[in-house]
């Protein structure tokens, strides 16, 4: 039942309750019995995730139907995965094999969602610029086509990426970044998610998460991430070459991600229309950095800080999660401990097929 909204101010201190409780009915919500991690009033909402048996769809999916959320899924599975077979039991669980791209397809799906997360993108620089059209159709053309059929009352989540604050020169100089920083993408991947963003925020009920670069293991893996990548090779090859082993980054667990959104999901009144950035605030560390923790967990293994050439990628930033902080986001797994996960992980994976390029 929903609770009065007087008592609702009182427990959780919600600027928006009456409102939100009032108009449940209304927009097709239902309120489950009990409260959420961050004492909410738990919402059953009716949500979309594009891309949703991807790297993050594959552990957030499971998160929102553990919360008696309906969750449709829309997904091509370009890489034969069946990521979300562990939930194909739920009633609450559904699954379109199709393209965000073709508007039959998707528009429905739009309609009827009360929360839209759009997952689905060709994810990274290497592979958008090994496949550029397809990249911008479907990060860019397909997601702001997306928002022309958006209704007021319907909520939007939106993975973006820190890589739009580019390279901010030497450390400690210009690389201090918040959500108000100057952008400076580098990549064709970085310049649409920022067009994206642009778009997104004309939307007042949607928020705009900045990831870090993620790490950890899921049903659908990536090797390819940074962290993913030299933990991977230390495990296998015992050795890897540095470029430019100053430059940093930030870094974030993939559940602390769903993590994430699952908060943005119970505080979109007081989110809505912002910007997040989403890293751990003790984990911006340069290359070498990074590799001296994981030096720490597999101790044969050895790097070489190359004395000429240059990484591709320019990344090379610090960055402050404060924001989201503020907003009650803590995450629950550190760089040690996702070393650690990774390690036990890539004991039973040696394949190429479980990144994106």
């Not at 390279?167 to 100057?182: A, M, Q």
């Not at 920022?194 to 670069?213: C, G, K, P, W, Y």
């Not at 101790?299 to 930033?317: H, I, L, M």
């Amino acid at each position: 039942m929903v609770a009065p909204c007087k008592e609702e101010q009182r427990r959780y201190g919600q600027k928006r309750a009456c409102y939100k409780y009032r108009n449940l009915k209304r927009f097709g919500y239902s309120v489950t019995k009990g409260t959420n991690r961050q004492g909410s009033i738990a919402v059953s909402y009716n949500i979309l995730v594009t891309g949703g048996a991807g790297y993050l769809g594959s552990i957030l999916v499971p998160a929102l139907l553990a919360r008696d959320n309906r969750v449709t899924v829309l997904d091509n599975f370009m890489y034969r995965q069946n990521s979300l077979a562990q939930v194909c039991d739920n009633p609450n669980f559904s699954v379109v094999n199709g393209d965000v791209r073709v508007n039959a397809v998707i528009k429905p799906l739009v309609k009827s969602a009360d929360i839209i997360i759009p997952l689905a993108a060709l994810v990274g620089a290497p592979l958008c610029n090994k496949d550029p059209v397809t990249a911008t159709t479907t990060n860019r053309d397909a997601i702001i086509n997306m928002f022309s059929w958006l209704s007021k009352e319907q909520r939007l989540l939106m993975p973006t990426t820190n890589s739009a604050y580019g390279s901010g020169g030497d450390v400690g100089r210009h690389n201090f970044c918040d959500e108000n920083s100057p952008l400076n993408p580098i990549s064709h991947y970085a310049k649409e998610k920022l067009e994206v963003e642009q778009a997104l925020m004309d939307h007042e009920n949607a928020i705009s998460f900045r990831l870090a670069t993620v790490f950890g293991m899921a049903p659908r893996m990536r090797i390819d991430l940074l962290v993913n990548d030299f933990t991977y090779r230390a495990v296998h090859d015992r050795a890897v070459v540095l470029f430019e082993s100053h430059f940093k980054r930030n870094y974030i667990h993939i559940r602390d991600v769903a993590n994430a959104f699952l908060l943005g999901l119970d505080k979109v009144d007081a989110m809505g229309g912002e910007i997040y950035n989403v890293g751990l605030s003790d984990a911006n560390l340069s290359k070498k950095e990074l590799c001296d923790r994981i030096q720490q967990q597999v101790a044969d293994f050895v790097y070489v800080e190359a004395e000429v050439g240059r990484d591709p990628d320019q990344r090379n930033y610090i960055v402050s999660n404060e924001k989201i902080e503020s907003m009650g986001f803590r995450p629950r797994y550190s760089l040690d401990s996702g070393i650690t996960e990774l390690i036990k992980g890539f004991s039973m994976i040696k394949n190429t097929r479980f990144g994106n390029i």
